[in-house]
């Protein structure tokens, strides 16, 4: 394993702890669109491009619109 492996891995892990851990939403989307991207680095370093093109399109464009149109479209509840 390389240096540069080893360091995405960790990006990835850490990441998606930071997505599990984050309690508002928006902040969960962000750290989210972070994670795919950290998945793509990955998926270009263990060389599957195309997995990583694929990867680049849902996880950082296009979940992370839906679910910031859903917030939206769903408003401020209260969390009492």
């Not at 851990?21 to 972070?34: E, H, I, K, S, T």
């Not at 795919?36 to 996880?59: E, H, K, N, R, Y």
């Amino acid at each position: 394993m390389t240096a540069l492996t080893a360091l995405v891995l960790t990006a990835v892990a850490v990441l998606g702890v930071a997505v599990v851990l984050a309690r508002d939403p928006l902040r969960q989307v962000m750290l989210n669109g972070l994670f795919g991207l950290s998945q793509v680095l990955l998926f270009t370093v263990l060389q599957a491009p195309d997995v990583a093109i694929s990867m680049a399109v849902v996880s950082t464009v296009a979940y992370p619109a839906v679910l910031l149109m859903t917030i939206h479209r769903v408003g401020p509840q209260d969390r009492g």
